[in-house]
């Protein structure tokens, strides 16, 4: 069972916001006395914090879909719904959140750092508030609006000052158990470590973390072994720690051409990062240290001796340690000390996030008509946010809701829009994204104002008062003569075929 998952695809819901209350406050001596329909309330966020106890993305691996709460629904004597509760979900620190398209959202540093990852939907306003001169007393009341959907990916970026890389069971994990409290698991067989494993270390008055990093092979910047799915952790450290085992039981290997793979393969993966947007140094120009690890072993002792001048040619840190005795731990601990120590000093200070202002552009409208092909025939789409917010608003059981949304849309100049773009009465319109747009026939008598309102919950515009035309009467005359004549044949067909007697012709027989 998997218990350690740097990877996810999280699906998040913000809460729906409440329904508007439609109600009218009863008095005594004043049965209509206005009303007092409340709003609906807010649905509420889903957050990503970064928690100081959270090292691991297990939980969304399981439990891949995140929805917060919605707003209560408004309620009649002006009582206003109440507001949805945030849904705040614990990261790790040094997670990064992307779209599906791969935008980055949110590169999440620092303990408490928050991102809005979906935003719940606004409540919907009670009659009370929709009140008006001409809409005295409204006998419907707005939706709230669904909350905001998105599908992001998280992937955990571990943030430590040293990184150990090299071969698997080169020692690593024996090297970060020695010099820490973390107690990786260590096994005399290769890739024994399956992810990351992070330990502080103290020497002297340096203070640093280290991260032990799954074992690397040929092919790791290509997705080989463990390759690009633990790559990802070496991309915030300060210090580069290449642990050479110089005691493998390898015949085709040696210290000099492990470092050498393992170079190149950090060189293929450095080449595909944008390493420049976040004022970090290079990958492959950050300080470096070579360990020959395993020199407590006879073999290992006479390794190091072989290689330590051609590596010290390289002009970087050469140390000889041993996991299991300990030896050259304390130098190492106070050399890598040092680099991190230098290597923060270089870091730009870090500067407060800015205010980002994004004015509506002068010239921008706020809704617009293209034409595109609807079931075969040429239809309307009007875009923009305001009306396609007012129809996620309205509530098209209601006529008097649908003459107030009519109403609207023409004084934002969508009927205009509508003539200039060549729509004609009985064209189809469509407002709304995608396949959720509400299609409906245009009819531009419907720009009428709310004069044309009749009791509450319907509007006159919706009754048909069309008086018929003198040819329309006279069609309507010829087909109710046809459809006399037609009678009178049948039945004269059936009396000649003897299905029934002439009552004359009885009385004579009696």
Known sequence: M???????????????GGHGAASIRREKFKPLAGPDGADGGRGGDVILEVDASTTTLLQYHHRPHQRATGGGFGKGDLRHGASGEDLVLAVPDGTVVTAEDGTVLADMIGIGTRFVAARGGSGGLGNAALASRQRKAPGF???????????????????????????????KSSLIAAMSAARPKIADYPFT??????????????RFTIADVPGLIPGASQGKGLGLDFLRHIERCHVLVHVLDTASLESDRDPLSDLTTIEHELASYAASLDEETDGRVPLMQRPTVVVLNKTDLPDGEDMADMVRDQLAARDVPVLDVSAVSHKGLRE??????????????TLPAPAPAPIVLTPRAVDAKASRVVTEQYDGHTAFRVQGEKPERWVRQTDFTNDEAVGFLADRLAKLGVEDQLYAAGAVPGSTVLIGPGDDAVVFDWEPTMVGGAEMLGRRGTDDRFEDRSRPTRETKKEQQRARTAERMQRISAMEAERKAGHWADPASEEETR
């Open 193 to 206: 470590t399956l992810v990351p494993n992070l330990g502080v270390v103290e020497a002297g008055e340096h």
């Open 141 to 171: 009341a707005l939706l709230g609006e669904p909350g905001q959907e998105r599908t992001l990916v998280l992937e955990l970026k571990s943030v430590a000052d040293v990184a150990l890389v090299g071969y698997p069971s080169a020692g």
């Open 2 to 16: 998997a218990t350690f998952v740097d990877r996810v695809e999280l699906q998040v819901v913000g809460g729906s």
């Open 332 to 345: 190492l601990s106070f050399t890598l000390g040092e680099l991190v120590e230098q290597a923060r000093a």
